[in-house]
């Protein structure tokens, strides 16, 4: 296996969980005193930098040529270098000449998405303060090295992964790398088992993480790719991305027209030869009616569909790096979501309070802003139980380390334990302002939280008495306090916790003596003085739900598309979070990482499970990406959401991929294809709107372009079986579907949305564009247009009109018919009565610029000549637009007989 580079001698890679600190120390060849820069600088030239690589942007002059990597564009190319060895210049040129609008078009929008999302990756750079010459030094991340002993306190970012050598009162926040959107505390002294899962390593701590609380001192053992992050990096590049949905359907597509050319080619051709025609001209034959048969005009109209979908996506937030990504979102039947960050605010928040002698209540609010209420089954509080509550929030408030404040933006600044932020958060919403409180009561000393003693205290001075303000577990918080009515708190503490909330008691009361505070003797001292509190209460925290999450999930379940949570949570926790969400009610409904890791190996046992569940909880990101692919194996179009570095292979590996603008880290941003600039679960559900109404734009302009390409292949084979000269040559052609049809497609392609289209099931994931609907009326269209078309020729022919005139007035004909045609094919299942002209003026506007510019051409000296046309009086062009109307007619009575069967629904329900 091929060396990875930057990271050829990396240390041998070691169950470092498994080790106690002081044999990784003597594994990586330090002490606890770091290293020397001597010995830094060998590491460094021997491991590399500490980073990742950044992809590389593609450079403008490769977004133009992906342009060309179509099918269809190969058929327009072939067409075009038949007819430069034919000699026909023009219709050469005219190939050439939407070749590269189509590309300028899907260049210029790729290169602004693309400059978008970059525009969104974070420029800060990591710092550490890592041990050299046994002395603390402020060095980049970058030039961290294996051996490299770091320094780390609260609000520090881990710049590697790294083994504990010791810690205090230490709290990371993984939520990132493993989902869990509670802080984890850490535990240099632990020594584990192997198997030990990742999200339960507590002795080591990952790089891309944030320390939130307490104090620690690690050795490096991992730096860059092979790092934890470095992992989940390299992960991105094994395997092939998903194509999207659109990309899927239209090689599918072009291979059929593809086939369909030749097979026509070649009959043709041996009817010809049979008939004794001379090789030239059957290739200029060939030539014709290849351009009949392949819509030049699709991948410029397809390219403005999207462009138009991706610019009214951008006005809805979501940002998309790759055009055929547009359509991808509403071609999805299953949105695989991150918890953390994604549905929930990642801001623990108290929802819940037990007061005594009020019991629970209810609180309102998003995240840390310091809005919401207090109530209890919905209804106010009564000034009782609102001066009990206070009375809870003060000493929440008080028993804090934490700092928080409302910026000038009205964003919240905090720093701290995410846990002293939701109590600050708390107090908020009833008025409290901890400066103030310690205005009134002056903090004298202080019992800091440790994870061995399980609780916190703070000592103010309040009338002349020591006030202790105590918080921690309840069964620890309890024996403190007298006349609590221990079973009901119990009691309690068991219903919250079962619905997910992770449970603290809050006590307060003076104290007999000072001794043990500032000035006294010892902490242990200022311990044996919390006896006799008052206990003030339960506060149950969760991550709560984003405010918008719960209607786009029901908006999401009624357009027929399934949401299934991943997280790293509890299963508990992520339980409760999917019976908020309506997503799951029972315990069965939740699959843990453990049960995917065992089913691995077995095809059939791991279907099972993905059919069964809709939580997947404890998963880790390797088993996030199995989960995803193996939604895929089962039929499933998966979007997956996410904005954590755990999410980064399965936003990769998935059909479409959804990341977050704001919180979303680098690695996420860069392996999405779609970005929500306002990190809004429900501009998901928009950007799915948009998907479908993208792809029935891409339906309309098909059918339109298909059935006048079919209509221009029978009228071409009509006249061959009749004997007749051809009613219209290469060039005429090319004007039809290059130039008349061009200018009413591209306004066809920016239809808005027809009603319902949020109330019909997703597309089945194998349903091709050209179904059977589709091949019903293209036919019906193209053969009504044809007869017709070859109906008057003939008769012209038959009235002694001369060859150019009769020509001149059937691809006047056949622009008509165009014309006439466009309104037919805004819907498929509404009579255009019932489609309003004012939903798309500039569809008006483009049918008049077409007919205007064949009537102008035919004025044009030199065009008119190219293209075999000349004036008609207007008498002839009101009866030949009169011809043109029977199609109308032929296609409105199908719509009457043969309504969309239900269930099939492709543009929503008429009316």
């Not at 470092?16 to 606890?32: D, P, Q, R, Y």
């Not at 799951?584 to 409904?589: I, S, T, V, Y």
């Amino acid at each position: 296996m091929k060396q990875r580079p930057k990271t050829k001698g990396q240390p041998p890679h070691r169950l470092w969980h498994a080790i106690a600190a002081v044999e990784a120390l003597a594994a990586l060849g330090t002490s606890a005193e770091g290293l020397s820069d001597g010995e830094a600088a060998v590491r460094r030239a021997r491991y590399g930098a500490n980073r990742l690589p950044r992809p590389r942007r593609p450079g403008l002059a490769l977004v133009y040529l992906k342009q060309f990597a179509s099918p269809l564009i190969y058929l327009l190319l072939a067409a075009a270098a038949a007819s430069l060895l034919l000699g026909e210049f023009m219709d050469a040129a005219f190939i050439f000449a939407v070749l590269q609008f189509n590309a300028l078009i899907g260049t210029i929008q790729e290169w602004k998405a693309e400059t978008s999302a970059a525009a969104l990756q974070s420029a800060v750079r990591t710092w550490a303060v890592a041990l050299r010459d046994g002395r603390p030094r402020r060095l980049d991340g970058i030039e961290l090295v294996p051996g490299d002993v770091v320094l780390l306190e609260s609000g520090a970012q881990v710049p590697a992964d790294m083994r504990l050598v010791a810690a205090q009162d230490l709290q990371v926040d993984e939520s990132l790398l493993t989902g869990e959107s509670l802080p984890v505390e850490k535990d240099a002294d632990a020594v584990l088992p192997e198997q030990t899962p990742l999200s339960d390593r507590r002795n080591l701590i990952f790089a891309g993480t944030t320390v939130p609380r307490g104090r620690a001192r690690g050795v490096v053992v991992r730096t860059g790719l092979v790092t934890e992050v470095g992992r989940i990096a390299q992960a991105l590049t094994s395997g092939p991305r998903a194509a999207p949905a659109l990309i899927v359907r239209m090689r599918r597509f072009a291979r059929i027209i593809a086939y369909t050319v030749l097979v026509a080619i070649v009959v043709l051709a041996a009817a010809e030869l049979a008939r004794g025609t001379p090789i030239a001209e059957i290739f200029f034959i060939a030539v014709a009616l290849a351009v009949a048969a392949i819509p030049e005009g699709l991948p410029v109209a397809i390219t403005v569909a999207l462009s138009g979908a991706t610019s009214r996506m951008a006005r809805r937030n979501v940002v998309v790096r790759l055009l055929p990504a547009v359509e991808g979102l509403g071609s999805c039947t299953l949105i695989a979501s991150d918890k953390t960050g994604t549905l929930t605010c990642n801001e623990l928040t108290v929802r819940r309070l037990f007061l005594p002698e009020t019991g629970e209540v209810e609180v309102s609010g998003e995240g840390y802003r310091p809005l919401g209420e207090l109530t209890r089954g919905g209804a106010p509080l009564d000034e009782a139980a609102r001066a009990r509550a206070r009375r809870l929030a003060v000493s929440g408030a008080l028993c804090n380390e934490a700092s928080y404040h409302l910026g000038d933006d009205g964003r919240v600044q905090h720093l701290g334990d995410t846990v002293d932020v939701a109590y600050l958060a708390l107090a908020g919403k009833l008025g409290l302002v901890r400066e103030a409180l310690l205005a009134d009561e002056p903090q004298v000393g202080q019992v800091p939280f440790e994870s061995q003693r399980r609780y916190a205290a703070s000592f103010h001075q309040r009338d002349g008495a020591i006030v202790a303000h105590v918080k921690g577990a309840a069964e620890t918080i309890l024996p403190m306090c007298r006349g609590a009515d221990r079973a009901a708190v119990a009691d309690a503490v068991e219903r919250l916790a079962e619905s997910g909330y992770r449970v603290l008691a809050v006590a307060s009361g003076p104290v007999a003596t000072a001794t043990g505070l500032p000035g006294g003797s010892d902490g242990e001292a200022a311990e044996r003085t919390l006896a006799d509190l008052d206990f003030l209460g339960l506060v149950g925290l969760i991550d709560p739900l984003r405010a918008e999450v719960p209607d786009a999930i029901r908006r999401a379940t009624a357009a027929g598309v399934t949401v299934c949570m991943i997280t790293g949570d509890h299963p508990t926790t992520a339980l409760a979070i999917g019976r908020e969400l309506g997503m799951a009610q029972a315990p069965d409904d939740v699959v843990t990482g453990a049960e995917v890791a065992e089913a691995r190996d077995n095809p059939a046992a791991l279907e099972a499970l993905i059919a069964r569940g809709r939580i997947f909880a404890r998963v880790e990101p390797v088993q996030k990406l199995t989960i995803v692919q193996a939604m895929q194996r089962a039929g499933h179009f998966v979007a997956v959401t996410g904005d954590g570095v755990n999410d980064a292979p399965a936003l990769a590996a998935a059909n479409i991929g959804v990341a977050m603008g704001q919180s979303g880290t680098d690695v996420a941003r860069g392996a999405a294809d779609l970005i929500l600039t306002d990190d809004n679960f429900a501009s998901i559900v928009a950007g799915i709107e948009e998907g479908r109404v993208a792809y029935d734009n891409v339906r309309k302009v098909i059918y339109f372009l298909l059935s006048t390409g079919a209509a221009e292949l029978v009228l071409f084979f009509l006249a061959l079986v009749s004997g007749l000269p051809l009613p219209l040559f290469a060039v005429q052609l090319l004007w039809l579907n290059l130039v008349t049809n061009g200018v009413q497609v591209v306004t066809l392609a920016i239809e808005k949305a027809e009603p319902g289209v949020l109330k019909r099931p997703p597309r089945p994931p194998r349903q091709p564009i050209f179904d059977r609907r589709m091949i019903e009326q293209t036919v019906l269209s193209g053969v009504v247009i044809a007869g017709v078309a070859f109906g008057f020729y003939s008769w012209a022919l038959g009235q002694g009109w001369s060859l150019f005139d009769a020509r001149n007035g059937a691809l006047l004909l056949m622009v008509l018919f165009e014309n006439v045609h466009t309104f037919n094919c805004r819907s498929e299942a509404r009579s255009i009565l019932r489609t309003p002209i004012r939903d798309n003026p500039f569809l008006v506007l483009g049918v008049i610029a077409a007919q205007g510019a064949h009537i102008g051409a035919m004025y044009l000296p030199g065009l008119r000549d190219v293209l075999g046309v000349a004036p008609v009086s207007f008498a002839r062009w009101g009866t030949i637009a009169a011809i043109a109307l029977v199609l109308l007619v032929v296609m409105e009575l199908y719509k009457l007989i043969r309504p969309v069967p239900q269930g099939y629904r492709p543009f929503g329900r008429g009316g």
